[in-house]
């Protein structure tokens, strides 16, 4: 029995070694800089799982804690992640060496959650080079011009709503304001419904989306961290998914009773659902091609929605703060909107909307300053040898499988790239000082053939309810803002600390026009 014991105690120890010591000295072992301070099980994000701090926060301690590197490691849970900080070498990634980092990491493996696994964010390989052509006509500036009028209507909603309060003065929840304003856009354009979510607040389709995209979620938090270490088949066996099977089954039916109306009118949109309706007769009819099925559809019309609804409404929140406590920025925006409106007879078109071009500079610097996504992941596909360049610096091989992060939050705050970083300055993307800015410092967007597929139509949206805005009313702080604004301490995503609470000021018809 003591013989058994033993030997027991030492299988335990030895198994505790290789599964929980030996992977957090994986960079040390490889000449690694490690700038956290891994613990075991958790590495780097024990802080993270307790919700004491974002992602993005770890990250950029790491990437200050090792200056003049290029990289540098981490763990996330027993994996090592290595955090790229050089844009050469996130061009090195991200476009030369495309084919050897081609994919992103398994959010939620499709054996789990087929709905998130099959969207084109997270599809791999021949499955993602097969999708991403069949979505791009859906994103050509022709298919986004032809939806410039449903973005308007939606806007000019939100503006009327506010407009007959008959107050000179409301007290705005921004990001609740903006929320509901891409919520009326992608229900419109990726389903086909049409909705005011301002006069009817509490209507299905967005209180079905909030569920949906809820950061704040237990389920979901858990169901995140636990992708990091267990299997797709264990996660499905434990029912861990991104979306709740009635949140699945409301959009499902929302679609298809679109597409059935589509069918049954012969009504031809020109957007995204109609690209893949395309996609699927095509393949239907020649067996050489690969099919798509419901769930394809529905997948690529739920990441089209998430990629707009969350992240576009907390880009419109941070612009406005920006506008409200820098009145002369918003101020020369509003001449500008104003000018070119009436050089086009107090119309709001497309084409005037492209004239704007220091509505270009304030979005631009926005986006450095509050990237959404704080960071881009990647997934080594085929090992690669990362050649030194600084001195001391030696060959470094990444293996296939090894987690990449390129730190964009960080190069965005880094006053080598961008002097002043915390101050909003549209004018570093002028003509005349874009020259200035390194290249590959500036990636909101990301880069190479995994960029941002709805990155024109994310903008065009933005500055549709921004002009919109700005032309009716000004934006100023009140009593219930926070300045200077922070990042909410918990989760993945970039989210302000607390609510954005602004006061909108209706203008004078005479100001306006």
Not at 26 to 42: D, I, Q, T
Not at 84 to 96: F, R, S, W
Not at 194 to 206: A, H, Q, R
Request: neutral net charge; glycine residues 6%; hydrophobic residues 40%.
């Amino acid at each position: 029995m003591i013989s058994i014991i033993m030997w027991l105690a030492i299988a335990a120890l030895t198994s505790f070694y290789y599964f929980c010591v030996r992977p957090m000295k994986y960079w040390k072992r490889r000449g690694v800089h490690e700038a956290g301070n891994p613990s075991w099980l958790f590495g780097d994000i024990l802080r993270n799982m307790l919700g004491l701090e974002g992602f993005t926060t770890t990250i950029d301690r790491g990437y200050k804690n090792s200056p003049d590197l290029r990289y540098f490691g981490m763990y996330t849970f027993v994996k090592p992640l290595l955090v790229v900080k050089d844009p050469d070498l996130i061009k090195e990634i991200t476009v030369k060496a495309f084919d050897n980092f081609a994919d992103h990491r398994d959010v939620m493996p499709v054996e789990a959650d087929p709905l998130w696994g099959k969207n084109l964010f997270q599809l791999k390989g021949e499955d993602w080079r097969y999708m991403r052509p069949l979505m791009s006509p859906s994103f050509t500036s022709g298919k986004i011009k032809t939806m410039f009028g449903l973005m308007s209507e939606c806007a000019e909603n939100l503006v009327d709503y506010f407009k007959n309060k008959k107050e000179p003065s409301i007290e705005l929840d921004v990001l609740d304001a903006t929320t509901r304003y891409t919520n009326d856009v992608i229900a419109k354009i990726a389903f086909g419904v049409s909705v005011d979510s301002l006069k009817n607040p509490n209507n299905e389709f967005f209180r079905t989306a909030r569920r949906a995209t809820d950061a704040n979620s237990i389920r979901l938090a858990l169901s995140a961290f636990a992708s990091f270490i267990l299997p797709g088949s264990l996660m499905k066996i434990l029912g861990l998914k991104f979306f709740e099977d009635d949140v699945k089954n409301y959009f499902s039916n929302v679609l298809q009773d679109s597409i059935r109306t589509r069918k049954n009118s012969g009504t031809y949109c020109s957007d995204l659902i109609d690209s893949l309706l395309e996609a699927q007769s095509a393949a239907k009819k020649d067996k050489s091609l690969r099919k798509l099925d419901d769930i394809d559809i529905l997948a690529q019309s739920m990441i089209f929605f998430l990629g707009g609804f969350d992240t576009v409404s907390k880009l419109l929140g941070f612009l406005c703060y920006e506008l409200a406590i820098n009145r002369d920025v918003q101020d020369r925006l509003r001449k500008e909107i104003l000018d070119v409106i009436s050089e086009n007879d107090g119309k709001i078109t497309y084409d005037a909307v492209m004239k704007m071009g220091y509505l270009d500079l304030v979005i631009s610097e926005s986006l450095r300053k509050w990237p959404i996504m704080g960071g881009m992941d990647r997934m080594c596909t085929k090992s690669y040898k990362i050649e030194p360049v600084n001195p001391g610096e030696q060959p470094l091989i990444i293996e296939k499988g090894t987690q990449m992060w390129l730190s964009v939050w960080s190069i965005h705050h880094d006053a080598k790239y961008f002097p002043n970083p915390e101050k909003f300055d549209p004018e570093r993307f002028t003509e005349e000082r874009k020259a200035e800015i390194y290249p590959y410092s500036y990636i909101p967007f990301g880069f190479g053939p995994r960029t941002c597929i709805g990155q024109r139509f994310s903008l065009l949206k933005c500055k549709i309810i921004i002009i919109n805005i700005i032309s009716n009313f000004e934006l100023e702080p009140c009593q219930k803002t926070k300045i200077p604004l922070g990042l909410l301490q918990r989760g993945f995503l970039v989210n302000p600390e607390v609510d954005i609470i602004l006061n909108l000021d209706q203008i004078s018809a005479t100001l306006a026009y």
